[in-house]
Structure formats: structure tokens, C-alpha cells
């Protein structure tokens, strides 16, 4: 009766299978391998939307899991994103001034070293001094680090303090909202540290590291498609069990879960940092395949667009988010692109850049009305059809 | 007998209505006790109280031979002390499996990390399966719950009770929307349950209470009217009143 916990979780290796052959289909395709199939540039956005499914797995868990429709993850993808851009961008400059003053009469003082990468980073912001949080940016041990304590950090604080106070609901969902527009609000001040709304750029140019962007992008789509594989592994195995059970339960009834004996309150807060933590490993492989970010990245509408993508694919259960981020992002890429001919009616002409949005919103209320559980719903009428065929 | 609950001096006023009014009263080890009263009485709000869901104005809940007061805990820390409680609506998690919603009860450690790394041991399994078999579940153990009878799911909800292992289980109406059979059963349960751990059954049919054959409380107006057997209580005229007066 009893089985392992793949077994009872066949859709853990149908997902690693799917993500394998993708990943070495683009891999073949790629430049970088002499195909040319596939640009540079497209292996990049393949790579990025690899990440978007991290986050959304993060987000089905918080939400469609445990019920915390928390409409503010994108905050802690964009923090991961800073975090590692901080170093990026650092050591990037760092050997750019080194080379500069290699030739120069008198060999530069360490200090003037520094001084000339504060000025080369925060000349745009009217600045040369290194704000504190700067701290550790020369060492990428200490940002991977940060990577995961800074957001973790915040979801514990505002965690704590929301769940403590038992605030729940769309309640919860406004609180969420509001930390992400305060974060991003505060993000685009030049005197937060991070460059205000410039934010930081040249994140694709990894530091020391000649080898060509075709190279690079396929480095972070594998890097992408390895910490999507093992993240969704992570995630099954956390639902599985009866943490699973419980979280579910929470979601369903959470008095009840109250009287069965469990403290409610901290397994929302382990959910709500733990999913805050992989949303933050997505950010920080994101950002660098994007190049650049700057606060407008997690101005409250992003977090919104994880929950329509999570809606869209299919609530409690984790390939649903991934088909969902997926689906949309790139078809959100298709059409913001310009490349869907406008669509001329005679008397109005839609353009599809415009009337995307509209579109995205259209289906957002269908699936919602006609079909709570998205698109992963239709796996379970294909395997109730095979059921009845037998 | 020593007094496993003691509650002492309880008042609760919702929004100028006082729901209780300086209610006292004590129930004891292994002892099976029926709350009787009309609505509006205060019989849910008691459990309330008792069970940390709502923080009375005044007055003293004791716990046990250590005399702890359960208004100083929480929720799940009351409930981890012993105090199990059965709604009367029918409450179990409809899209989990029987065996699922017995294992969450199963007395074992509830902390987030220990749950993580759960797996259900021989012994485990085996308990749910006795479970299951008490509360007549046996074959319908990897069933959904929200597709058992609504008298099944009453039976899981006491079974999930029993999981936990509760020196005092708060039952509420628990022959609600039941048919005469499912009755029978129910109360052979509980008079069965009482013999190894207190019982408190709120219940407004006197012919259910009957049965249960026990100590009744009869609470009128947040207050008690009249303890005793149920023959006692009855020919009281202050409880015909209440009953019949109206």
C-alpha cells in the first residue's frame, strides 16, 4: 500500500522529463551550438520565463496551497534580482577601473580604486559614496547569501507581524500589495543606495568572463531549468506528506486546523519565507538574462500578474502554475513584441500591444468564472475519460 | 472525583448582550455530561470560551490537575493540552482522504517541522485503521471526505476527535440531521468514550439526552438553571418554564 514518494507523484517525473527534453531541444537549436535556430536573445527570454515558472510554483504553493492569495512575491523576486545584481554590477566595474588605471604613472591606493567604482556606479544618482549596503558586494559568497536572507528576512517580519495579528483575506492580500508598492516606492529614491530608478544594468555581462552572450545565456538557461527541476522536486515533496495535509487544511478551514491542535499561524509563516526564498533564487537568475532592473519590476502590478498566471494555469497542483507562467508570459511576450499583425475592423484598427491587456484580463474573468481550476482542470477530464473508457 | 474543567465566574457580553453571565460550573474525570438549553442560551459560546475562541470579560477557566488557566493559552496549545472539540456543523477537510484527515488528527508531535519530515509508522496506520473501525469507517478509508454521507462525516469528525486523544471532548449537537440508526450508534459511542475520558455533549434533544443517561447541566440565559439527573432537571419548574413556558 505504502509508496515512494515519486511513485505517488507521477507527475514529478513526467515535469523533470518534459523540462529535460525542452532544455536540450533549445540547447541544440542555440547558437551557441552553430544552429542558429534559436537567436541569443530568444534562449534568454526561454531562460527568463523558465525563472517566471520558479516564482509561480512559489506562488501556487502560498496560495493555492495554503490560501494566502499574497499579491506581493514579486517584492522578494525583485530583492533576489538586487541582490546578486549588486555583485554583478560591482565586480563588473571593479575590472573595468582596473584596467583603466593599469597604465596610470603612480600605481592607485586601494581607496582610490574603490572611489573611482563609486563613481563609475553611482555617478548617475549625483554620488561616489558607497552606501553601506554595499557592504559585501565585492564578494559573491556573501550576496549568494544575501540572496536568500534578505527576502527571507522581510517575509519572516511581515509574516510574523500579519499572521500574528490574524489578518487574513483580500485583508492580507492589501498588506501584501501595500509592501510591494512601499518597497518599490522607496527603491526608486536615489538616497535608498540601489541607484533609485535607474536601478541597476549591465547584469548580463558576468564578471570575468569572456565568453559570448550566446555562451552565457545558455549557462542560465540550464542554471534556469536546473533550480526549476529541483524546485519543483522541493515543492512536491513539501505538499506531499502530511505538511501537505495540514497547509491544505489551513486553505480549507482554518479554525479547524486551530481545534485539531496546530499553530496555524506558523505554518503560514514557514510557507509564506519558504516560498519568499525560492521566489528570490528565481529573481536572482531572472535579472542577469534580463540585464537590468530597477524598482518599476516589483510595483504591485507584477505580483498580480503571478496570481492571474497561477489562476490561469490551475490552483493546487504545481504543473498547473508552471503551465500557466509559462502560456501567458510568452504569449504576453508574443503580442507586446509587435509581432501579431493589428487586427483592422473597418471602423477601429486593434492593436494587439494595446489590446493585449484586455485580452489577458478577458481570460482571466472566463477562467475564473467557467473554470476555477484553469487549465491543469483539463488533465483531470482526460484522466476521468480514461477511467470511464476502461 | 477531582475536577478535570472548572469553570468559575464567566461572563461574556457581544456587543452589549450579555451571552454569559457569571457562569460556573465543573465537570469530572471520566464523567459524561449533557448541556441542555435553548437557543440563545450560551451553549456554544461556553465552548468557545473553553476552547480559546473567544476571551470572556471576567471569570477563571481551570484545566486539569495543574489547575492551568486556559484563558492564557491559545487556540492549539489548549487543544495539544487535551480539550477536543466536534462542531456541530460537520467539519472535516472535504478534499483529503478519510485516512488523510485521520492521520492530521493522530496525536503526534504538531510542530511545521516535524510534519515535514512525518511519515506514517506501522503503528500509526494502524491506529487509523482501529480508528476507523470504531467510528465504522474501516472501508471507506481512501475516500475523499466530502463524498461520505453527512452522518459519516459526523463519525469522521468524531473519529479525528479520537485521534487526538482528548482527556475532555466538546461535542455540539452531534446527532444533528442524523437517521434513528446513525442515533443509536452515535450515542452507544459516546456513552462507550465516556467510560475512559470526560464527555460534554451540547444537545438541545432531550430524547438524545435521555438516552446518554447522565449528569445534565440546563443553561438558561448564560447562566445555570438546574443540574441533576435528567429526571431531576425536568420536574423543575424553573426549566418548565424555560421549555415549556414559551
Known sequence: MRQSFIARNPSILIFLLCLAVFTLAVTSMSHAMGAGVISTSFVKTLGKTLCLCLVAIAMDLVWGYCGILSLGHFAFFGLGGYMIGMWLMYARTEIIVAESLANAAIPPTPQEVVDAIGTQIFGVVGSSDFPPIWQFAHSLPAQLALVVLVPGLLALVFGWLAFRSRVTGVYLSILTQAMTLALSLYLFQNESGLRGNNGLSGLQNLPGVSASQDWVSLWFLWGSALALGLGYVLCAWVVSGKFGSVIRGIRDDEARVRFLGYSVEGYKLFIFTFTAIIAAVAGALYYPQAGIINPGEIAPIASIYLAVWVAIGGRGRLYGAVIGAALVSLVSTWFTGGMVPSLPLGFYTVDWVDWWLVLLGLSFVLVTLFAPKGIGGLFDLLSRRREVDQ | ?246
Request: net charge negative; glycine share 8%; charged share 25%.
Open chain 2, 1 to 246: 472525583m477531582s475536577a478535570l474543567l472548572e469553570v468559575s465566574g464567566i461572563s461574556v457580553t457581544f456587543d452589549g448582550y450579555k451571552a454569559i453571565r457569571n457562569l460556573s460550573f465543573e465537570i469530572g474525570e471520566c464523567e459524561l455530561r449533557a448541556i441542555i438549553g435553548p437557543n440563545g442560551a450560551g451553549k456554544t459560546t461556553f465552548m468557545d470560551i473553553v476552547t480559546g475562541k473567544t476571551k470572556p470579560d471576567e471569570g477563571k477557566v481551570l484545566w486539569g490537575e495543574m489547575s492551568r488557566n486556559l484563558l492564557k493559552m491559545r487556540e492549539s496549545k489548549i487543544a495539544q493540552a487535551g480539550l477536543g472539540r466536534k462542531f456541530q456543523r460537520p467539519t472535516v477537510f472535504e478534499d483529503q482522504s478519510v485516512e488523510d484527515n485521520l492521520l492530521m488528527a493522530l496525536k503526534n508531535p504538531r510542530g511545521a517541522f516535524a510534519c515535514l519530515f512525518y511519515r506514517p509508522s506501522k503503528a500509526d496506520r494502524a491506529r487509523v485503521g482501529e480508528l476507523a473501525e470504531e467510528v465504522g469507517l474501516a472501508d471507506q478509508l481512501s475516500r475523499t471526505s466530502g463524498e461520505l454521507s453527512h452522518g459519516q462525516k459526523q463519525w469522521l469528525e468524531i473519529g479525528m476527535l479520537l485521534a487526538q486523544e482528548p482527556r475532555l471532548m466538546l461535542v455540539d449537537e452531534p446527532a444533528a440531521g442524523m437517521t434513528l440508526a446513525e442515533r443509536e450508534h452515535t450515542t452507544d459511542l459516546l456513552v462507550n468514550l465516556a467510560k475512559t475520558r470526560a464527555v460534554v455533549v451540547v444537545e438541545h434533544d432531550m430524547e438524545f439526552v435521555r438516552r446518554l443517561n447522565c449528569r445534565v447541566t440546563v443553561l438558561h440565559e448564560g447562566s445555570v438553571l438546574a443540574e441533576g439527573s435528567l429526571d431531576h432537571v425536568t420536574k423543575d419548574p424553573r426549566v418548565i418554564e424555560v421549555y415549556l413556558g414559551r
